[in-house]
């Protein structure tokens, strides 16, 4: 039996690169779609929101995904523990035989995952964690007793993705550059466009196919031709690519990390997986999903298309849509009536000669481009400082330069709660002894006057949480103080020039990575 229009989908990492840009995709296509997301509010901005059902649990809880699976006929797996510590693989495990046995029990028609392509006759022993994990993960699905589908897909080429952005600025930022061995590794990267179009076919399989399938784009290159090809693409000079034996894949990780927003964490089991040749070796898939005129996509097609949808602001999803893991993920706690310990405070007020609405585009606009308002060398050091400890660092950007949506990466914070035109709240994902929130707000005072409204809010864990706090103390003046400062100014300025909707550049954050802006029209690249 296979799927029909109209039938129910369940998307798992619906929040994360791949699932964000699917749901829309099954939606077009005529499926009912149901999202499991441990956060539900993170979905509540995305322009689907309202075309969803959305169950709340994560997958490691075998009654939120016995509850979420009710009623499904396909249900799409897209998670996993990556860059979670030591102890991912028996995570990714764990969850895989959850979903696999309430799949199983629920009555589910058919699995659906996206795994990784992996090389011919290399041991699964020998294989990166990163890419054993995701081929265990597939085994334990296609033993599940419920047709499953594996997609296999080595480098997803599209605008956001960690691949992608990996590729993007270790080109345009180095002309010159020693590499590690695996940038000759020969590889079949595939547009982010023709994986969704797998996907979405995957659901209509027939149920009597349960096997993986191998998904590449059209073309066989290395990555330093990758990188040249972007080169040409980009319309950059020819870059000086030499390749060195030396740089091991976590050395290679920690270089990625230095020259690109993509942090260690990330970086290292990509590059892991490009040790060993990663090439389809068929393309049985297009029996039962046929290619359409002109696909899949050829490398140089979709370097070109990831590229102009970054040029043209039009980024649905990023590699950093999905939650870092080990970032702290509990809402602020309710002040004054919280009783669960210290929380230290930074408040800031100042009045603003601006409307209201002036005053609240200049607040969902920082970070990214706009940069942070005060002090940038400060924002700079502590960005360094949080990449050398395993952190995500300044250099995530945003994903849109002109609206935020709840789940939102911006820099090293990530968008906790919006209420559009009053408050945006930022939930810190550096590496702190302790949770740290930053509050904005926007409104009138009781003269009526706009005023804006600014909260630093730090719960220390330990000692060394409260010799933190008491450390940095002496430079939130300086911090905090001209930020709210210049936010008031800026807003100031753009009443009068409303062409001018940020701070001159001594009052600029260090923009590290790419505004952009999502349109919710056409493929995704």
């Known amino acids: 039996m296979t799927a029909h229009a109209g039938a129910r989908c369940l998307v798992t990492g619906a929040t994360g690169y791949i699932g964000g840009r699917l749901v829309p995709q099954l939606l077009d ?53 990556l860059g979670t510590g030591a102890g991912f693989e028996y995570t990714d495990r764990t969850a895989a035989r959850i979903f696999a046995e309430q799949a199983r029990a629920a009555g589910v028609r058919r699995i659906v995952y996206l795994g990784g392509l992996t090389p011919p006759g290399v041991p699964v022993g020998r294989l990166s964690p990163h890419l054993r994990s995701r081929t265990e993960v597939g085994e334990i699905l296609l033993s599940s007793g419920v047709p499953t589908a594996v997609l296999r897909a080595a480098v997803i080429l599209g605008s956001g993705s960690a691949s992608f952005e990996m590729l993007r600025y270790l080109t345009e930022r180095l002309p010159a550059m020693v590499t590690p061995s695996w940038v000759r590794t020969r590889m079949q990267p595939i547009a982010v466009r023709d994986v969704l179009r797998y996907l979405v076919g995957a659901a209509a399989i027939p149920a009597d196919v349960n096997r993986t399938f191998d998904i590449g784009g059209t073309g066989v290159v290395t990555y330093r031709e990758m990188m040249r090809r972007y080169a040409a693409a980009a319309g950059l ?17 920690r270089w990625v990390g230095l020259v690109t ?92 000669a601006a409307s209201p609405d002036r005053l609240w585009r200049v607040i969902e606009g920082i970070g990214g481009e706009h940069g942070w308002y005060s002090f940038p060398l400060a924002w700079a050091v502590r960005g360094r400082l949080d990449r050398l400890v395993g952190g995500v660092g300044l250099r995530r950007g945003r994903r849109d330069a002109q609206r935020l949506r709840v789940g939102d990466s911006l820099d090293f914070w ?18 702190l002894p302790g949770p740290a929130w930053l509050e904005m707000r926007a409104g009138t005072g009781p003269d009526g006057r706009t005023r804006y409204r600014q909260r630093a809010v730090f719960q220390p864990h330990g000692l060394f949480g409260h010799l933190y706090w008491w450390s940095i103390s002496p430079f939130h003046t300086a911090v905090f103080g001209g930020m709210a400062r210049n936010i008031a100014r800026a807003a100031e300025r753009a009443e009068q020039a409303p062409d001018e909707g940020r701070t001159p550049d001594g009052d600029r954050g260090t923009p590290e990575g790419p505004g952009s802006r999502p349109s919710g029209k056409g493929p995704a690249v």
């Open 237 to 253: 000079p020819r870059r000086v690519i030499v390749p060195v034996p030396v740089l091991t894949p976590k050395l290679s990780s």
């Open 414 to 431: 990530r968008v906790e709660e919006i209420e559009r035109g009053k408050l945006l709240r930022l939930r810190a994902e550096m590496r």
């Open 29 to 81: 296509a005529g499926y009912a779609v149901r999202c499991l997301a441990r956060t539900p509010v993170k979905l509540r901005d995305y322009p689907w929101a309202d075309r969803v059902e959305v169950a709340a649990g994560d997958v490691l809880d075998p009654a939120a995904v016995r509850a979420a699976l009710a009623d499904v006929e396909v249900a799409y797996y897209l998670v996993h523990a």
């Open 261 to 352: 927003p993509v942090p260690a964490g990330v970086a290292r089991p990509l590059a892991e997986s490009l040790r060993h040749e990663v090439v389809c070796r068929e393309h049985d898939i297009a029996a039962y999903v046929p290619d359409p005129p002109g696909a899949p996509l050829d490398v140089d097609t979709a370097l070109r298309l990831a590229l102009q949808r970054v040029r043209d602001a039009e980024v649905t999803t990023r590699w950093s849509s999905a939650s870092v893991p080990g970032a702290p993920s509990d809402p602020l706690p309710t002040d004054p009536d919280w009783a669960g310990g210290s929380l230290y405070t930074d408040v800031r007020e100042a009045p603003v």
